[in-house]
């Protein structure tokens, strides 16, 4: 569910008409709906309700503190997996003890600030990283809760090998069979209470199953820690939940708590808490990207569309191959897509490569693709574009990163300012002489 509609012929956001939004904002812009963001916050927790899961937003995902603070005033909690991003949930009012944190290479001073700040759960993916949390605690005359990130070796489904990371020889997480040494080992340690399995199997996972293999695994590791003496409070499932990307082929939220529920009901019926940690299924379907034609070419047979986003603004297609649906803002002879599916069995579509002007020959943003007939200035939005978009965005080419905008009914407000040049020099030095 989301709230990006055709009315009239247009799309709008909420009740807003993403023509004005362009008009106002210019473009590349990222446009994000506030009910749509809330809403799928809501029915997670809600499918989830039986176990009464404390969700972290993962904040890697669409880290906006008018986001962040959003979905902190819900209820939810962060998943961070840097410095920068514990500062951003710190800064968006995201309480400490609802902070979890990921990471394989955190840094001393990372772990310094996660300690200080009084998070909820650090999740430790190697056993040095664990002897470090313990001297920096102690240091900082502090006591912190820990979880280790287990690698249950577990492939996903429909996940690429870019993003999987719980199959073995994988550089996240601990190997099972070394996790029961870790916790022999935190006895030992006076500043850290070792207490938690935490586990992230990779994203998207388009199938609940593997969510289910690895959690009995975790489940089977959980019963030989506790005949060894240790005390588990917390297991977090990680993220992964896939979005909807092509109308029909997520899996919703019921589907992936239907096969995880039963298997944590026993668990939490003792005690337990359980975390999640989701991101994509939360903020893709909640944002889009508006882009505009800027020129259109013919290139060897191909008809080229040129617009004003390229992978500095929107890698995922040049770096992951993956599918974003794309339609014009005002389509023309008013050709609402039935779907949000790659070849809408429509009359009237042409084939276009819709490219970006950076200078890279993967700069596409789809290649073949079937859309109602463009003209040059045409507004086009990218959809499910609130995932990994704006995250991901870079100055290559110093290119300047888009504009954030949040709509909620009716209204729209910036949250965030297309960069300026100024903003492509600010963090470099005075030439010899000079001021900028
Ligand atoms: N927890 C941990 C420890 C993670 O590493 C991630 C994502 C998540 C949670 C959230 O996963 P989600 O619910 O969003 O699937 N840039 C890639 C995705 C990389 C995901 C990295 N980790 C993309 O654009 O597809």
Redo the contacts with the bound molecule.
């Keep these: 569910m989301d709230r990006f509609d055709y009315h009239d012929g247009v799309l709008h956001c909420e009740e807003v008409n993403l023509e004005d939004v362009a008009a106002e904002y210019g473009t590349p812009t990222y446009v994000y709906s506030r009910d749509t963001f809330r809403t799928h916050l809501a029915d997670l927790t809600a499918a989830f309700a039986e176990l009464d899961p404390l969700v972290c937003y ?1 904040v ?2 669409c880290g906006n503190l008018h986001l962040l603070h959003e979905l902190g005033q819900a209820g939810a909690g962060a ?1 961070v ?1 840097s410095g920068g991003e514990l500062h951003r949930a710190l800064t968006a009012g995201i309480p400490a003890e609802r902070i979890v944190f ?2 394989v290479g955190k840094s001393e001073d990372e772990l310094r600030e996660a300690v200080t700040a009084g998070i909820g759960c650090v ?1 430790v993916e190697s056993e040095s990283e664990l002897e470090l949390l313990d001297r920096v605690a102690a240091g900082a005359g502090r006591t912190v809760r820990a979880a280790i ?1 287990v690698n249950p070796d577990v492939e996903g489904h429909g996940t ?1 090998q ?2 999987t ?1 719980g199959t073995r020889g994988s550089k ?1 997480g601990v190997d099972l069979e070394r996790v029961p040494g870790l916790f022999a080992r935190a006895i030992a340690l006076s500043h850290v209470r070792l207490v938690g399995l ?1 586990m ?1 199997l ?4 388009y199938s609940p199953e593997p969510y289910v293999r690895a959690l009995t695994r975790l489940l089977d590791l959980l019963a030989k820690l506790n005949a060894d003496g240790h005390e588990i409070e917390l297991i977090n499932i ?5 979005a909807d990307y092509e109308t029909g082929l997520a899996p919703g939220w019921d589907a992936y708590a239907a096969a995880i529920v039963p298997l944590l009901k026993p668990f939490v019926a003792n005690g337990g808490r359980v975390v999640t ?7 893709a379907n909640a944002g889009v990207l508006l882009t505009r034609v800027r020129y259109l070419k013919d290139a060897g047979g191909h008809r080229v569309a040129v617009v004003d986003a390229g992978m500095t603004n929107m ?2 297609a040049a ?2 191959d ?1 599918f974003h649906f794309m339609w014009p803002v005002r389509p023309a002879g008013a050709l609402v897509p039935p779907s949000r599916s790659e070849h809408p069995r429509l009359a009237g579509l042409h084939r276009y490569d819709v490219a970006g002007p950076i200078c890279e020959s993967s700069d596409y943003l789809a290649r073949d693709r079937a859309l109602p007939s463009l003209a040059e200035g045409d507004l086009i939005c990218l959809f499910a574009a609130g ?2 978009g704006m ?2 965005a870079s100055q290559y080419n110093s290119s300047l990163r888009p504009a954030e905008v949040l709509v909620e009914g009716a209204d729209s407000r910036l949250i965030r300012r297309r960069d300026t040049y100024a903003d492509l020099v600010e963090a470099e030095l005075a030439l010899p002489g000079t001021r900028f």
Excluded: L, Q, W
């Design positions: 993962a890697k995902t998943d997996v990921a990471g999740n990130r690429p870019k993003t990371t996240f935490h992230h990779g994203s998207p996972i990680g993220g992964g939940f896939a940690e989701p991101g994509r299924s939360i903020a890698i995922r770096f992951y993956s995932a990994y995250a991901m």
